[in-house]
């Protein structure tokens, strides 16, 4: 079990739908935030929300895919609250559309925000949480890390090595006291979806989650020690289905791919 309260912790992509809800519950746990978003306007709308005294939580605007930005980040921390226990990787971006529409400096920017930036975020936390004996990876996946969806082509591949990398680093530090999670929520209705998603959702039956409900099942896997959480069921169970019996879900995913795709840009 992992208790919350007093944490120092660094949550990314503050600003999203779910970070919000993320850093309403964590406040209310009494732990210390590094709130790291690349917009100063919203967080200081977001501060402005958070029932906490203000010496608790500490505004960081940086962009997690520049090097700047990443030490930005651990300058604060020490700053704030002299180091780190817990990083929670939730920043991420998302684009639906067919592959041979997608830019490349699109595809790019997916890779660099949602698997790169994390994991070198990973390696800038790990000395200092390795040295205080302490720490804990939280990395924010998908159900689309485990089940690849056609018109989601780069987002479901980062998420997929998003999962792979949180599954090695894991065995990498099993020797250590440092934790690493994997926690994949199904959709949730955040603005990471476009207008065109939420309407095909609908026309798909897609399941949806408010933010704030998912975010309390983040904080309780997190606190339950979950290495590897699916949200939603009976997604969890497609997830399962399709790492055994792939070609069973090409098929009952193809009617399905045919509607999303009158929705893509
Ligand atoms: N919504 C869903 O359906 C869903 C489902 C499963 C998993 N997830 C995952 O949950 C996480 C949060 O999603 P969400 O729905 O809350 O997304 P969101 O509402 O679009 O928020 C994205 C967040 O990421 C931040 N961000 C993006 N690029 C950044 C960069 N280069 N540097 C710093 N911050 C950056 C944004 O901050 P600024 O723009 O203010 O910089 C914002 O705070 C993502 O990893 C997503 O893949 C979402």
Request: hydrophobic residues 40%; positive net charge.
């Amino acid at each position: 079990m992992t208790k919350l309260s007093e944490q120092r912790i660094i949550l990314t992509g503050a600003t999203g739908g779910i970070g919000i809800e993320l850093a309403k519950q964590l406040v209310a746990q009494d732990c210390k935030l590094g709130l790291v978003s690349r917009s100063l306007e919203k967080l200081e709308q977001l501060a402005g929300q958070l029932k906490t005294d203000k010496k608790n939580i500490c505004l960081i605007c940086a962009d997690i895919t520049s090097a700047e930005g990443r030490q930005e980040i651990i300058d604060n921390m020490e700053k704030a609250f002299h180091g780190y226990d817990m990083l929670i990787n939730t920043a991420g971006i998302m684009d639906f559309t067919s592959l041979i529409d997608q830019s490349d400096e699109r595809i790019e920017a997916v890779f660099q925000t949602n698997v790169i930036a994390p994991m070198q975020l990973c390696k800038k936390v790990l000395p200092y949480m390795l040295a205080q004996n302490k720490g804990h990876i939280v990395n924010i996946g998908s159900t689309f890390g485990s089940i690849g969806f056609a018109w989601f082509t780069s987002y479901s591949t980062s998420k997929f090595a998003l999962r792979g990398f949180s599954q090695a680093l894991r065995r990498e530090l099993a020797e250590t006291p440092v934790k690493v999670s994997y926690i994949a929520p199904r959709a949730v209705k955040t603005s990471l979806n476009s207008s065109a998603v939420y309407k095909m959702a609908k026309e798909v039956k897609m399941n949806m989650d408010n933010p704030d409900f998912v975010a309390k099942q983040i904080l309780q896997s997190i606190i339950k020690d979950h290495k590897e959480k699916y949200l939603g069921f009976p997604e969890s169970l497609f997830v399962r289905i399709n790492a055994i019996l792939p070609g069973l879900v090409d098929m009952a995913t193809r009617s399905q791919n045919k509607i999303a795709q009158k929705y893509i840009r």
